[in-house]
């Protein structure tokens, strides 16, 4: 399969399932390719008993040959804290 692996980015596809043997198997399936600095925040996370969590991003596209298939990005994912936007909202000084 192609190496989706674009830098620094965390990415990977999926790809419709020809010959599904049933409703309860996977329509999709694929492979996500995660950068060495993401492996190691995510290792560090569980070495310190912190849940392991992704935000993913995906985008529907046509390979060369004509198939669809989604492609997908993964990064750490970060809490949004609306106090924290807070407090840096002020110390803006305008």
């Known amino acids: 399969m192609a190496d989706f692996n674009q830098g620094d980015r965390s990415t990977g596809a999926l790809f419709k399932v020809k010959e599904r043997k049933s409703d309860k198997h996977p ?5 996500l390719t995660l950068t060495k600095a993401l492996l190691k925040e995510l290792i560090e996370d569980a070495k310190a008993g912190k849940p392991i969590k992704l935000s993913l ?4 596209n046509t390979s060369k040959s004509g198939n669809q298939y989604v492609s997908i990005a993964a990064k750490k994912y970060v809490e949004y804290n609306a106090a924290k936007k807070d407090e840096l909202d002020d110390e803006i000084p305008f």
């Open 27 to 31: 329509a999709m399936s694929g492979e």
């Open 57 to 60: 991003s995906a985008w529907n």
